[in-house]
Structures are given as C-alpha cells and as structure tokens.
C-alpha cells in the first residue's frame, strides 16, 4: 500500500492550498519554511506529504485535504506549545499500520518479532502492527497507555534506551 503515492498533481494542488495556513511543509525536501516552498518544484509522486499548521486552522485544512479524491489526513493529536499541530497526509487507506505491515511482509520478519518506538497520537496503528510497542517519555498520555513499555523522552535519549533495554538486549539474549 506503501507504493501507493499522492499523484505529482494532486501533491502540488494539495501544497498550494495549504501554504497560506502552513508555517512549515515537507513533500519530500525536509521541514521547509511555507514562504520559501514553491509548489511548482514538486516534479514527481510522493509518498506523503506534512503540513504544520495552527490549531486554529486544523478544521480549514482538513477541508482542503478532503477535497482532494484519493488522499486523507492523519492530525496529530500534540498540540506544540507555540499552537501549532502537524498534517500527515497520504493516498487513502495508507497509514503507518498499512505501511509496517507492508514492509514487514516484504522482510520477512513476523509482526509479532518487530518493536516499534514512537511519541505521538498517529504512531497508534504502529504499536497495532507489530508484537511490542514503546513510546517515549514525551509520547501523548493517550499512546502511553497503549504501550507496552515507555521509556526516556526524545530528547532524553529515550530511543536509545528503548532499543538498548529492549531490543538489542534480547537480540544478546537469542544469541547466548
């Protein structure tokens, strides 16, 4: 489902519309100041794209994204203190589930034997698509609770912990 991208018109079309209420885009390039995008240099698909917008205009950009046929949005729940909430968006029925599932088919590794480390509210379908969950310190309330471990937050050097306690421990383990 993965290899399912948001069309290079669609994809300029969407960027376009969401600049007048976005601080920062990516379609690709990295977190990108809106002032400084030029939708006309998307010259290709893209897998996703994101949208910071504020709070405020949470409810205008999901119209726009809903007017597009084919894409949908994941809002993230975290609020920034500076008011501001990030947009995922991808081609319809594309998510971060979808997409773990996906590339785990395509290794060859069992759901149940893969770990998933993330902080906010979107990363909820993740912790469903693979056996063991872990959110950081700094993960929503709401993902935290369904984690199966929480550690240090990002900044803390939570990812680290989580694969040091978690998986390159057991990966000892197995081999021992």
């Known amino acids: 489902m993965y290899e399912q991208p948001i069309g290079r018109d669609a994809a300029r079309r969407l960027i376009e519309r969401l600049l007048p209420l976005s601080q920062y885009v990516n379609f ?17 698909d893209c897998l996703s794209l994101w949208a910071e917008v504020p709070v ?42 979808s997409g773990t599932r996906f590339a785990l088919c395509r290794l060859g590794i069992a759901p149940e034997n893969a770990v998933a480390i993330a902080d906010g509210e979107p990363d909820g379908p993740l912790f469903d698509a693979v056996g063991f969950g872990i959110a950081m310190g ?37 081999q021992v």
């Not at 690709?28 to 290709?44: H, K, L, M, S, Y």
């Not at 405020?56 to 501001?84: C, E, K, N, R």
């Not at 929503?140 to 306690?165: P, W």
């Open 138 to 174: 700094n993960a929503t309330e709401g993902l935290k609770a369904r984690a199966d471990a929480i550690v240090g937050a990002a900044l803390d050097n939570g990812f680290r912990e989580g694969m040091h306690q978690f998986v390159l421990h057991n990966i000892t383990e197995r």
């Open 28 to 44: 690709g390039a990295g977190r990108t100041p809106a002032g400084e995008v030029d939708p006309g240099v998307i010259d290709a």
């Open 56 to 97: 405020h205009h949470l409810g205008a950009a999901a119209q726009i994204v809903q007017s597009v046929p084919g894409v949908q949005h994941h809002p993230s729940y975290d609020i920034a203190d500076d008011g501001m909430v990030g947009i995922n968006i991808t081609q319809h029925e594309v998510d971060k589930f």
